[in-house]
């Protein structure tokens, strides 16, 4: 799928590291891109919810 032109696309992995060089990819393009500092593991450690596509309760492996 295309990323975005018109907005901000907030790019995450698992701990952070491929989600930067991704970021730095889409910048290098011209996109409004940032990292999600961390990952989805700080993410899910400070208390923030993690769901599923379908909405149900999810998991960081």
Do not use: F, K
Request: proline residues 3%.
């Amino acid at each position: 799928e295309a990323a975005p032109q018109d907005g901000r696309v907030h790019v995450i992995c698992r701990s952070g590291g491929r989600s930067a060089q991704v970021t730095m990819y889409l910048v290098q393009q011209g996109i409004d891109a940032v990292n999600v500092d961390g990952g989805m593991q700080i993410w899910a450690a400070t208390g923030r919810q993690v769901v599923t596509d379908a909405g149900d309760p999810g998991s960081v492996l």
